[in-house]
């Protein structure tokens, strides 16, 4: 096979496609964001054992990858919706760190003034229309989304995130063939994380593969390794210039792991340790660091400024939300309707 | 500025208001199954995508649950849709997207979005469309913080209120009774607007008060034409607004009459007739009531298809009648 990269730095490692899209700053932006991802996740894990959270709280740690890589294409004015495990997808699209921990303390500094918390937690500024408590229930208001852009003919599409637990639900196949019919800007992204809860795929799914879907609503179905940063962000690319030119909308399946499991209440009781750890082998962010490196597109002394950068900014974020006000009780009805106009 | 009055039928009067609505905005979608070139199963809008185009009056396939969540979608995205249930009962397929994402998305998001969005839903009994299609749900929505849920029962308020509720920027349920689409009544032009938060005093009297909402005000007011001939005068409150509920208007009627009477339609157990006996227990006027308070609602079975049964199985005029009667006994 020929080198296509054929860098002066890297002469001898093949240069995924996606790379020719990105110059090093993107990467290191990447990286960025795939770290505070990770660090925003393990704070959450350590605010709950020290009692600072009690609520929902689902994990994306080994996620990385599917958030930010999905992300790479979409600017502020696209749109995406998120599941419950959301961290990541807030954090892929632009969301800053102190607002959104604080929405996770349930603070009145949150993103969500501390109403949503973790399973609901947005940032409409920057096009996050939410996680959503329901499985699947984002989809169809990503088609919403894409609906009025398209409407707007400015150019904008609309991701849905979604997980393998919401491919046999109704609002995925609902979704799909209405977003196909209307041949909407949207792009479905699947995080196939093998299991919904503890019911792995291959008992839930009649399917082999999600992305088989696609066939059915006559739309292009995508499978990429979820964990390759460079193989999702290549398929979001091309599902979203394919979305953005008219052409409709695109199911990536993007094949990925849990490797915190479903919940706080997850014994691991469904999947075996060696499964745990063959996926720990194959963690997003040291390969994609490992990537870039051999790329030369970074430095090891680059990828440290910025773990250290994101240390600092993820504590500097908790200080914040955990020093926060919590909301008052008396506005507990506020913003249930909109304020009147007159 | 006074407008002309025609008479309307209340089909033709939401026609209107959807099309004063789409002239206006540009942001106005209509959305639902065959409401484009079949003109909607109840004819309500007709032609308007002769004259607004299929961009605008837009046919989803029959798939309630995406349609809604679209709507939703779109609505927290600078659109505003308005999506016609054909029937009330289908509404459940979509039950997902109106209760929990549509009522709830601006509070979880703590105030930053709208989602101003309007389900219009044909409701009631009375054309023949058995357990599944007939039903009064009215009470389910108007338990959910975050919807705004009105009946109206003239073809003037459905218009006005319609106005309303497409510009308000908060989600809006609107319950129509398939029979009133017929009931003729004079319609002002052009663009006016009704509140969604105040009951409207239809008929005024000394003797009870009978709070009814939709169809039931027709039937109440048909009541109270007899029961004037015996000598018994209904004051009769049209509810209109389910949530928010105005019950102030209830009590100040109740204090006045001293006699509760509630009609509505849908199941009588756990319905609107216990938020209108509560409004007026938990205020000053349970000490006005010189009688036990009467709650006429639907009986606790399906919709049942004979015409026979399905009379039975909702308040009918006589029927409002003759609790009227018993209420209204022993007034001084």
């Not at chain 2, 961009?55 to 649950?65: A, C, G, K, Q």
């Not at chain 2, 209109?240 to 006045?256: M, N």
């Not at chain 2, 005029?317 to 209420?327: F, K, T, Y």
């Amino acid at each position: 096979m020929p080198d296509r990269a054929g860098g002066a730095h890297a002469p001898h490692v093949n240069r995924p496609a996606v790379y020719f899209r990105l110059s090093s700053s993107d990467a290191l932006d990447a990286l960025r964001r795939m770290h505070r991802i990770r660090r925003f996740e393990e704070a959450a894990e350590e605010a709950y054992v020290r009692g600072l959270s009690y609520g929902a709280m689902h994990l994306s740690i080994g996620q990385e990858a599917t958030a930010v890589g999905v992300c790479m294409p979409l600017t502020d004015a696209d749109a995406i919706t998120s599941t419950h495990r959301g961290h990541g997808h807030c954090i892929a699209k632009g969301a800053q760190l102190k607002p959104m921990f604080a929405e996770f303390l349930g603070k009145e500094t949150g993103l969500c003034k501390g109403r949503g918390g973790s399973m609901h937690i947005a940032d409409p500024a920057r096009g996050n229309l939410g996680a959503n408590g329901i499985v699947g229930a984002g989809l169809p208001i990503a088609v919403g989304a894409a609906f009025s852009g398209k409407r707007r003919g400015d150019g904008s599409v609309a991701v849905a995130f979604f997980g393998d637990g919401a491919n046999n639900e109704g609002a995925f196949h609902e979704s799909l063939n209405l977003a196909s019919i209307w041949k909407l800007p949207v792009v479905f992204v699947c995080e196939n994380n093998q299991y919904a809860m503890s019911t792995a795929i291959s008992r839930s799914t009649a399917a082999p593969n999600v992305a088989d879907r696609a066939s059915a609503y006559a739309m292009p179905g995508v499978i990429v390794d979820g964990n390759t940063f460079a193989d999702v962000a290549e398929a979001s690319f091309v599902a979203v210039e394919r979305a953005r030119a008219g052409d409709g909308p695109t199911l990536i399946e993007a094949k990925t792991y849990g490797a915190r499991g479903h919940s706080r209440s997850d014994r691991n009781r469904y999947r075996s340790r060696e499964e745990i750890e063959s996926w720990k082998q194959r963690d997003p962010i040291a390969a994609f660091e490992a990537e870039i490196v051999a790329l030369g597109l970074a430095s090891r002394e680059e990828i440290e400024a910025i773990e250290n950068e994101v240390r600092a900014e993820m504590a500097a974020a908790v200080d914040f939300a955990v020093k926060s006000p919590a909301p008052r009780p008396s506005d507990v009805t506020r913003d249930v309707y909109s304020p009147r106009e007159d | 500025m006074p407008q002309a009055m025609r008479e309307l039928t209340f089909a033709e009067a939401i026609r209107e208001a959807l099309a004063i609505a789409l002239e206006a905005d540009e942001r106005v979608v209509l959305m639902g199954e065959d409401i484009g070139v079949y003109g909607g199963a109840f004819q309500v809008t007709g032609d308007l995508v002769e004259r607004f185009g299929e961009n605008r009056v837009i046919d989803t396939p029959i798939s309630e649950l995406a349609g809604a969540g679209v709507a939703v979608g779109a609505a927290l995205t600078g659109t505003r849709p308005v999506y016609e249930f054909q029937f009330s009962d289908f509404s459940m397929l979509a039950m997902e997207q109106i209760v929990n994402q549509a009522a709830k998305i601006r509070y979880m998001l703590g105030g930053a979005v709208h989602v101003p969005v309007v389900f219009r839903m044909p409701t009631g009994s009375g054309l023949g469309g058995a357990a599944q299609h007939s039903q009064s749900l009215e009470a389910w929505f108007a338990h959910v913080p975050g919807l705004k849920v009105i009946e109206p029962s003239t073809p003037h308020d459905v218009k006005g209120m319609l106005l309303s509720a497409i510009a308000d920027p908060d989600p809006v349920i609107v319950f129509e009774h398939k029979l009133l689409y017929k009931v003729k009544g004079p319609v002002p032009e052009g663009d006016y607007r009704v509140a969604l938060d105040k009951a409207a005093l239809r008929r005024e009297g000394r003797d009870l008060t009978i709070v009814a909402t939709g169809i039931m005000t027709h039937r109440a007011l048909e009541a109270a034409a007899i029961l004037a001939g015996e000598g018994v005068e209904a004051e009769i409150v049209d509810l209109r607004c389910l949530r928010p509920f105005d019950g102030e208007t209830i009590v100040a009627s109740v204090k006045k009459t001293t006699r509760l009477l509630a009609v509505y339609e849908g199941v009588k157990t756990l319905g609107l007739g216990a938020e209108v006996s509560a409004r007026v227990a938990e205020s000053e006027a349970i000490d006005y009531l010189d009688a036990p308070i009467l709650r006429l609602g639907g009986v606790e079975a399906p919709i049942p298809y004979s015409p026979v049964l399905e009379k039975a199985a909702v308040p009918q005029v006589e029927d409002i009648v003759a609790a009227a009667r018993s209420l209204a006994q022993g007034r001084a």
